[in-house]
């Protein structure tokens, strides 16, 4: 296929956005759809050297994996060897853990999957995830697995009968993405049904050039239709965020714009004359490195400094761009040149490359990342006790430390038939129940609610990640309605709790950014949100009384990060009561301002608990789990601390039952 520079161009329109984004640039919001561009683009490429190799009877599927394995392997072996001693010599063993089984999953392509089933794209945790960029190249790699060999197994039907296949194949992949979108999200950020129309896409356009040669139009309408390819790639970055529901009906604008301008944007257009400037050309003849290179330096900044400044981050992407150069000239280039190596031994060296990094991957997941190395070589004999203190404060999940006493303290993520007979069977035995509704957050108050030891039947329905306001499909929202449309009379009344910190916006329009509270950026309370939040508590109160608890003062300091282990010094920022206390006042203004919500049913948290002195380390218990969790032994602290106020809520509701063990 004849070398089309406007292409190289449109990566690099592909790759600066998603640096841009990534580094935490205001004003480019959709910045991560590059990606989107990058997998329209690679359909459109790949499949036309397919079909021209089909077209001459020359086709190899061996010869295509070859050049895969050329193409993708050599500068990603590279950025995976830096990444991973920067990993050893910089990340805790519970950062280390989470590294290893990210590297298990990239040498298997099947780093989306993982990166799904551990969390998702904007979750805040993904800032210290250097491999998190790597589930689009398991997603093409997986797409490339099936296609050609779907091409040349049905290549005798005919090229326009698989053209129309392609089509449908695109239609169909779009519009699950579509309805994923709205009730599945996760999956269908990162998995391959859910993303293969936007390759398709590209595909199509590649077998209706192959057929017909493009489509003919005069210099305006290819200059008109070229310079809207561009408007739409630039107005998705502007004008879409990670609040957007995507990849659905939304992504067709930086996809359909990719589309226009590989089908338009031929020499007589302005379009084609941006894209071919050589300094663009440059940097898109680099952006696979560099899409390669810039996660790992985001992340280890981030990790050794929280909320490193834009300018810093600015460097680093200049400094990606600079790695991505050396690595294109001494390791692209001369991996993709024709050489006397055989396609036994390429084969050869890609497995073996590949299972080295799973097998140190492996070793990693099973030592607990690392943590003979970490104790024994990095730490002094004084940070062993400190690490072993934040260790077993730490050292665990949320959802293993619910409360399930195999009677009637017990919690779901969701409600259902069998829930519904532990329950009813717990009302009969005990009368009405304490009923804690929420985030990841609620379940910490669940936890403090059952060890408070007062009341003897209290469910707990909460899920991590799912505020009321968003009420995504996979929550629990929904059927906690319909559920307490059937029982309102078995409930006493519902604590309502969710995160604070999601409420808070910084100057990007980030929620729940570290560098808000490290005085980095400016930042301000989303009051719509709050305002949904009002309205589904006062939802709530209208069927069975509902108490909406306030944020608790979250310690926004990472007890995990080596730096703060190696300090001893525990502390949480001192900005942080400050936000939470004003968080809270913009709650009551609204709550006053709605007039719905009776000022007696919001309880602060806040006030029961006091703003404590900084220091997380209370009677030898670290309060915090993280930096916005408190720990199984900060939850028994509370408990004790606000048993009182629990004794005097269930006299309020007119609960005089002796209190009973957990």
Request: charged share 20%; aromatic share 14%.
């Amino acid at each position: 296929m004849k070398y089309r520079s406007e292409i190289d161009g449109l990566r690099a329109f592909a790759v600066i956005p998603v640096i841009f984004f990534h580094a935490g640039f205001l004003g480019l919001g959709g910045g991560f759809l590059g990606v989107d561009v990058f997998f329209t683009i690679s359909g459109f490429l790949i499949t036309s050297i397919i079909l021209d190799d089909l077209d001459k009877g020359q086709f190899s599927l061996s010869h295509f994996y070859v050049r895969r394995i050329k193409r993708i392997l050599p500068s990603l072996f590279v950025v995976l060897t830096c990444s991973t001693i920067a990993a050893l010599l910089l990340f805790t063993p519970v950062f280390l853990k989470s590294y290893s089984e990210s590297l298990m999953a990239v040498s298997t392509f099947s780093s989306n999957i993982f990166f799904w089933l551990t969390g998702g794209y904007f979750d805040i945790a993904s800032e210290l995830k250097p491999l998190l960029h790597t589930w689009s190249l398991a997603v093409e790699e997986q797409y490339y697995i099936f296609f050609p060999l779907g091409l040349m197994l049905l290549w005798r039907t005919g090229k326009e009968k698989l053209f129309i296949l392609v089509l449908l194949g695109t239609v169909f992949s779009l519009g699950l993405s579509h309805w994923c979108a709205y009730h599945k999200p996760g999956a269908n950020f990162f998995l391959l049904p859910m993303r293969m129309w936007q390759i398709l896409l590209g595909s199509s356009i590649a077998f209706y050039t192959n057929m017909h040669g493009g489509i003919k139009t005069s210099p305006l309408q290819a200059q008109c239709l070229s310079f809207l390819g561009i408007l739409l790639i630039l107005s998705s970055y502007m004008f879409l965020d990670e609040k957007t529901p995507l990849p659905s009906l939304y992504a067709l604008m930086p996809t359909l714009g990719t589309g226009l301008i590989i089908m338009f944007a031929d020499t007589r257009t302005l379009a084609n004359k941006i894209l071919s400037n050589r300094f663009v050309v440059g940097i898109g003849l680099i952006s696979y490195s560099a899409y390669l290179w810039h996660q790992p330096l985001f992340v280890f900044a981030r990790y050794k400094l929280e909320a490193p400044s834009l300018m810093l981050m600015s460097g680093l992407g200049v400094l990606s761009l600079i790695l991505a150069s050396i690595t294109w000239y001494y390791v692209e280039k001369p991996c993709r040149r024709k050489n006397n190596a055989s396609k036994k031994m390429i084969f050869l060296l890609a497995f073996v490359g590949l299972s080295v990094f799973f097998l140190i991957g492996l070793a990693g997941h099973f030592s607990r990342g690392f943590e003979s190395f970490y104790y024994n070589v990095r730490l002094t004999s004084q940070q062993k006790e400190m690490y072993l203190f934040v260790k077993k404060n730490t050292d665990y999940r949320l959802l293993d430390t619910l409360i399930d006493n195999g009677e009637c303290h017990f919690w779901r993520e969701g409600v259902d038939e069998n829930i519904v007979q532990r329950f009813q069977s717990c009302y009969k035995k005990y009368g009405k129940a304490v009923v804690v509704l929420g985030d990841s957050h609620a379940m910490n108050l669940y936890n403090i609610v059952v060890k408070a030891n007062y009341y003897p039947f209290v469910f707990g329905v909460v899920r991590g990640g799912c505020r009321a306001y968003e009420n995504l499909p996979e929550c629990h929202y929904k059927g906690f309605d319909k559920f307490l449309d059937q029982h309102a009379n078995e409930i006493g009344y519902i604590l309502f709790h969710q995160s604070g910190s999601h409420l808070i916006k910084d100057e990007h329009g980030k929620y729940g950014a570290q560098s808000v509270f490290e005085g980095n950026v400016s930042y301000s309370f989303d009051v719509a949100y709050i305002d949904s939040l009002i309205e589904y508590a006062q939802s709530l109160n209208k069927k069975v009384v509902t108490y909406w608890m306030g944020p608790y003062v979250e310690s926004r300091f990472d007890v995990k990060l080596e730096k703060n282990i190696l300090s001893g010094d525990f502390r949480m920022p001192a900005s942080s009561p400050k936000i939470f206390e004003e968080l809270e006042r913009s709650i009551l203004q609204e709550i006053n301002k709605k007039n719905s919500l009776p000022n007696s049913n919001y309880l602060s948290l806040i006030e029961w608990m006091g703003i404590q002195d900084r220091s997380l380390i209370v009677e030898n218990c670290l309060i915090y789990k993280d930096p916005d969790h408190l720990s199984r032994c900060g939850e028994g602290y509370w408990a004790e601390k606000l048993r009182a106020r629990f004794e005097e809520l269930h006299r309020l509701n007119g609960f005089t039952l002796p209190r009973r063990g957990v």
